[in-house]
């Protein structure tokens, strides 16, 4: 499996921005998809997750509200739209797939793609 991340950049404080990551590989079904971020000196942590087939996705709670995580089975890409978006965001945000069933922790994540930078401004 192949993760490719796209679309972080420098917004102000309130603004959207909408990443996107685009996989390749065999049985993506059978993966949950996640995205982490990573800000500086701190550890990567989980912000969103979901299935490709759909169910209710996961959201830590301080972006409950102001972030989307979807999943688009046509397209083999997975979104996160963020909206609200505050200086605590800025973070390396990452994309990574995990084997269907199994814990979403940054230790245990089966794939990565690279990371894209996010920066939010005041």
């Known amino acids: 499996v192949q993760l490719q991340a796209s679309g972080g950049g420098l917004v102000q404080s309130g603004g959207s921005l909408k990443l996107s990551c685009a996989a390749s590989?065999?049985?993506?079904?059978?993966?949950?998809m996640a995205w982490f971020r990573q800000a500086p000196g701190q550890e990567r942590a989980l912000v969103a997750a979901v299935g490709w087939s759909g169910g209710q996705p996961y959201y830590v709670d301080s972006v409950k509200g102001r972030f989307t995580i979807s999943a688009d089975n046509a397209k083999n890409t997975v979104a996160l739209q963020m909206n609200s978006l505050k200086q605590e965001d800025t973070a390396v945000y990452y994309c990574?797939?995990?084997?269907?069933?199994?814990?979403?922790?940054?230790?245990?994540?089966?794939?990565w793609g690279e990371g894209t930078l996010v920066t939010v401004s005041s």
């Open positions: 990574a797939a995990v084997g269907s069933g199994k814990y979403i922790r940054a230790r245990d994540m089966d794939y």
């Open positions: 590989g065999p049985t993506l079904s059978s993966y949950t």
